[in-house]
C-alpha cells in the first residue's frame, strides 16, 4: 500500500528510511533453496523414467479412471449436502427423538474410518445376500443380488456420500443458527408452520452461508476417492494401480496420478473462489440484516 510522504511544518518533504526485514529474507532464501534441492533431486534422479510418465499421462485407462472420479466426486457430493441438510434439520428439530438420532449419525459416521465404511458397504453382502423391498405382509415386492449391486462404484458413491453428510450436517447447523432469531419470531407470528418457516424464511438465507464451504467440501472428495481403490472402483488410483502392479512402474504412475489430481483441485479451487465471490461476500450481512423477513412481512400484512 502506497502512503503519502511525510512534510515538516515548513512543507519540507522528510525522508523515511525503510525498514530491512532481514529474517524475512534469510527465511525466503533458506525455504527457496531447500524447495529447489528437493525438485532437484526427484527430477533429476537417474532411476524415474520422465519418458513413462509422459507415455502414460493421457493413457486410456487413465483418462477412464479420471472421469470415474469426477462422477464418484459429484454424486457422492451430491447426496452428501442433499442428506446433509435433512440430518441438520432433524439435529435441530424440538423432537428428543429425530434430534437423537442425527446426533447418532453424525457421531458414528464422524467416528469411523473412512476406509473401514467403503469395505463394509463393499461387504455388504455377507450380511445380506439379496436386497429386498416389498409390501409389508404380503409376498408383493422386489429383490436383487446384493453382489450386483453394490459394485465397487456404488459402494465409493454410498460409503463418501453418508460419510460427508455427518460432516456438512455440522456447517448446515452452524448456518441456519447464524440466522437473525428475530426473523424466526417474525414468521411465527406470521403464523408460519415450522417446516415453511424453514423453507421460506431460514433456508434460502442460511444458504449464503452455507454454500461457499461446499467448495471445500468437494475438492477434499476429489482427493478422498483415491481410497476407492481398496474396492476396485474403477477410479484414477485404482486404474493407476493396476498399471503399475503389472509393470512395476510405480512411482511413474503415482506421479502421473498425482499430476492429475492436482490439475482437477487446481480446476474446482478457480470455481470455489467463483462461487465464494458469488455467495460469500456480503452474506454474513444479508442474513443478519433482516432482508428476506423484511421483505415478506409488508406483503403479510397488506
Known sequence: MRTE????PSGEHIPVARTRHWGRLLAAVVVTAIAGWLVYLVV??????????AEYLFNDRIL??????????????????????????????????????????IWFFRGTPVLVQLIFWYNLAFLFPELVLKV??????????TNLVMTGFTSAMLGLGLNLAA???????????????????????????????????????????IIPPTGNEFISMLKTTS???????????????????????????????????????????????????RFGSEAVRLVRGGGLAARILPKAAA
Do not use: C
Not at 533429476?44 to 510418465?53: E, I, Q, S, T
Not at 503399475?244 to 479451487?269: H, P
Open 5 to 8: 510522504p511525510f512534510t515538516g
Open 44 to 53: 533429476v534422479n537417474p532411476r524415474l523414467n520422465w519418458g513413462k510418465v
Open 64 to 105: 477412464a479412471g479420471i472421469w470415474v472420479t469426477i462422477e464418484i466426486s459429484v454424486l457422492a457430493t451430491v447426496l452428501g449436502l442433499v442428506l446433509g441438510v435433512v440430518v441438520a434439520i432433524m439435529r435441530l428439530s424440538h423432537n428428543p427423538v429425530l434430534s437423537g438420532l442425527a446426533t447418532l449419525y
Open 136 to 145: 409389508p405382509f404380503t409376498m408383493i415386492g422386489v429383490k436383487w443380488d
Open 167 to 209: 460432516y456438512f450436517a455440522e456447517t448446515v447447523r452452524a448456518g441456519i443458527q447464524a440466522v437473525d432469531h428475530g426473523q424466526t419470531e417474525a414468521a411465527y407470528a406470521l403464523g408460519m408452520t415450522p417446516a415453511k418457516r424453514m423453507r421460506v424464511i431460514v433456508l434460502p438465507q442460511a444458504l449464503r452461508i
Open 227 to 277: 481410497l476407492v481403490y481398496v474396492v476396485a472402483g474403477h477410479d484414477l488410483m485404482t486404474n493407476a494401480s493396476q498399471i503399475y502392479k503389472a509393470n512395476n512402474l510405480i512411482m511413474e504412475l503415482l506421479i502421473v496420478a498425482s499430476l492429475w489430481y492436482m490439475l482437477m483441485t487446481a480446476v474446482a479451487t478457480f470455481l470455489q473462489g467463483r462461487l465464494e465471490r
